[in-house]
C-alpha cells in the first residue's frame, strides 16, 4: 500500500517537468552553418542564420558573439514570441588568405542554452 503514493508523486513530478520543458521557448533553426565557398581577399561577407521560436514562451537572445574580432554579429535585441521568425548574422571581414572556419555562440533562454553557428570558406587572393 505504501507503493502506490510513492508512485503516484513520481509520475506527478515527471508530469511537472515534462510540462516546465514544453513551456520553454525553443529554436527551430533553418540550418546552423554556412559554407561561403570562395571568396575575394577584401569583401566582407554576411551569412544570416533564420530560425522560428518552436516554444511556448518568448525566446530572448542575450547574447551572441563571434569567435574572433574578424566576425561580427547582429541578434534580435526584442523577445520573439512563440511561432514568430527572426535571425541571427554573422560577418565575416575577409582580410586574411586562406582557409577560414569560424563560429557564432548563441546564448539565449530557450531550452538548448547555448547553441553555436558556423561559418567557412577560403578567401583568395584578388
Not at 21 to 39: E, I
Not at 74 to 84: C, I, L, Q, S
Not at 103 to 119: H, K
Request: net charge neutral; glycine share 8%.
Amino acid at each position: 500500500m505504501k507503493k502506490a503514493p510513492l508512485l503516484f508523486s513520481m509520475l506527478a513530478v515527471v508530469a511537472l517537468l515534462f510540462a516546465f520543458r514544453s513551456s520553454l521557448p525553443a529554436f527551430g533553426w533553418v540550418q546552423t552553418q554556412h559554407d561561403f565557398g570562395k571568396v575575394p581577399q577584401g569583401t566582407p561577407i554576411t551569412a544570416e542564420f533564420s530560425f522560428t521560436n518552436k516554444g511556448a514562451a518568448p525566446l530572448v537572445v542575450t547574447n551572441a558573439k563571434g569567435s574572433c574580432g574578424c566576425t561580427g554579429v547582429e541578434y534580435p535585441k526584442e523577445p520573439v514570441m512563440p511561432g514568430a521568425s527572426a535571425s541571427i548574422k554573422a560577418t565575416y571581414n575577409a582580410a586574411a588568405v586562406g582557409p577560414f572556419n569560424k563560429s557564432v555562440t548563441v546564448e539565449s533562454n530557450a531550452e538548448e542554452g547555448v547553441v553555436s553557428l558556423s561559418i567557412q570558406g577560403e578567401v583568395t587572393e584578388n
